[in-house]
């Protein structure tokens, strides 16, 4: 990586800035609806019932579950599908290395501007969430760090996979028994104590579950040192994933 | 030398009959996928995860609900509304996503359309395909419910022609819709349309959580209609007016395929 990668990063966020209207309701309208269905409507049942334990609301519990759930899932398929279109059917990749950007600064490029965005929709999630009643302590602006880091985690992960393929067919598997699986039992909408004893340690590998216990100690205000070691997992799952990625750019992007 | 001697050479290709060929388009996506089968048997596992987190996992928080005068426990409750909207999400996902593709970036139908298939048979092949692979998803759905003691009555095997009623329903207004699509920035509308339909459709919990105005607005969307009828089914609180829901998605079926039919024909043969 070079310091062109700024150059690839500008480029990333100058399509957004152009096109973001597209993709506004899935990225700012969609996770807003979740936490108004599950944290008011679901909420209120729980709420009656046996709750989520704790002192927290139910609406106080999944709203961080949720905040950073949406950093995986609305950037795993641009990750996916976005790199093989960069590769393959569109090819600006090709554009990009052409300049003096090389092949690492365009994967960097993608690493960082997905984290750029994910933390623009956390920011309005946590606005949206506040005013709902979903968060509990002055430290929540903590949990935008957890959507950054979970955003670049996945699209460094991701796009190191879809650079190598030669077609989408492994993408929506990953997606079906990946990325979704993740979602579901990563403490975002029950504890994970919850789940069978068995599954309980395997959690420890969910890279949300991380992302999900830092956003929730944030806008809960519980931060100790656990919520320091989480963050820690992250970054170093986004130092190791990098150098694989960047070796996968550089053989498919070398001219 | 007259046609019938050509034919008889095997030189071109018998006439197909114009009421089944559509059959064709329906055996392509059938052969294609038993090809790539992982891809169309993950599909069983999505609702089933769903039902798994939402269902059984927050279901322990939950507990009972109060449903039609008694209670049932949380995962029966949402089980009904998963089978609902998987029926729902499937159709819609094969007649906009999947047909837009073919037809814009595959260029498949330009294929199909060098044989003698006539684009009423794209469209009739491809609802048909849907609806094969949506009944699928919903048989296994429904076997999972009933193994997790999840379906209560034997009128949940009604259930089953319901939810490819459902899935239609769907399909036909979706095709309808997709032929007004101009790129894939418009996609963004299906999801604007869908998502909320699938969060607040009586799906995750009971209508009495609104408040009385809301509750009527959910009571007359598309996907209430599906939830309401699959979940007395699968509970047995059967009763006559449940028949209103199957003329509504039976409209829905009717309205689609009529403005799907018209435009389709235009769309395909520019």
């Given amino acids: 990586m070079t310091r062109a990668v700024l150059r690839a990063l500008e480029r990333e966020l100058l399509v957004f800035a152009r096109t973001w209207r597209g993709s506004a309701f899935s990225a700012f309208v969609q996770p807003i609806l979740f936490l108004a269905a599950m944290g008011l409507g679901l909420g209120g049942l729980v709420d009656e019932g046996v709750g989520a334990g704790g002192q927290l609301d139910y609406l106080e519990f999944v709203a961080p579950g949720l905040l950073a759930a949406h950093a995986l899932m609305a950037t795993a398929g641009e990750a996916l599908w976005g790199v093989m279109g960069g590769v393959k059917w569109m090819g600006q990749f090709s554009g990009m290395v052409a300049t003096p950007m090389t092949p690492g600064d365009v994967y960097g490029g993608l690493v960082l501007s997905a984290g750029v965005r994910a933390g623009l929709a956390a920011v309005a999630f946590l606005v949206v969430a506040a005013v709902l009643g979903g968060v509990a302590s002055l430290w929540a602006p903590l949990a935008v760090v957890a959507a950054v880091l979970l955003a670049m985690v996945t699209t460094a992960g991701l796009a190191a996979w879809s650079v190598r393929r030669q077609d989408d067919l492994t993408f929506s598997l990953i997606m079906r028994l990946g990325v979704i699986p993740l979602f579901l039992f990563s403490g975002t909408f029950f504890p994970v104590e919850q789940l069978p004893d068995v599954l309980e340690p395997v959690v420890v590998l969910s890279p949300l579950w991380h992302g999900v216990e830092v956003a929730r100690d944030a806008t809960t205000g519980a931060i100790d040192g656990w919520t320091a070691v989480h963050a820690a997992v992250l970054v170093a799952l986004v130092l190791v994933v990098l150098p694989i990625g960047m070796r996968g750019f550089e053989r498919r992007l070398t001219p | ?270």
Wanted: glycine share 8%; hydrophobic share 55%.
């Fill in chain 2, 1 to 270: 030398m007259n046609v019938s001697a050509v034919l008889d050479r095997g030189r071109i290709a018998p006439p197909l009959d114009a009421r089944t060929r559509f059959l064709r388009m329906t055996e392509r996506n059938v052969v294609g996928y038993v090809r790539h089968w992982p891809l169309l048997v993950s599909g069983v596992f999505e609702p089933l995860l769903y039902l798994l987190s939402i269902g059984i996992g927050v279901g322990a928080l939950v507990g009972d609900v109060a449903y039609a005068g008694r209670t049932v426990p949380y995962e029966t409750f949402v089980a009904s509304g998963m089978l609902a909207t998987a029926a729902m999400n499937g159709a819609v996902f094969d007649t906009t996503f999947n047909f837009f593709i073919r037809l814009k970036y595959a260029k498949l139908y330009d294929a199909v359309l060098a044989t003698p298939l006539e684009p009423r048979d794209v469209a009739l092949g491809e609802v048909t395909w849907a609806l094969l692979r949506g009944a699928f998803y919903s048989t296994a759905f429904l076997v999972t419910m009933a193994l997790l003691g999840m379906a209560e009555s034997w009128w949940s095997l009604a259930a089953l022609p319901v939810t490819v009623l459902i899935g239609a329903a769907f399909a036909s207004v979706g095709l309808a819709g997709s032929t007004f699509m101009r790129s894939f920035l418009d996609f963004d509308f299906i999801n604007l349309a869908i998502t909320p339909m699938f969060l607040f459709s009586a799906t995750f919990f009971p209508l009495s959580e609104y408040p009385d105005g809301i509750a009527w607005v959910v009571r007359l969307t598309p996907l209430y209609q599906g939830v309401a009828l699959c979940r007395a089914l699968t509970t047995g609180e059967v009763e006559l007016g449940l028949l209103v829901h199957v003329a509504y998605l039976a409209a829905m079926v009717a309205v689609g395929v009529a403005v799907a039919g018209r435009r389709i024909d235009a769309l395909l043969r520019r």
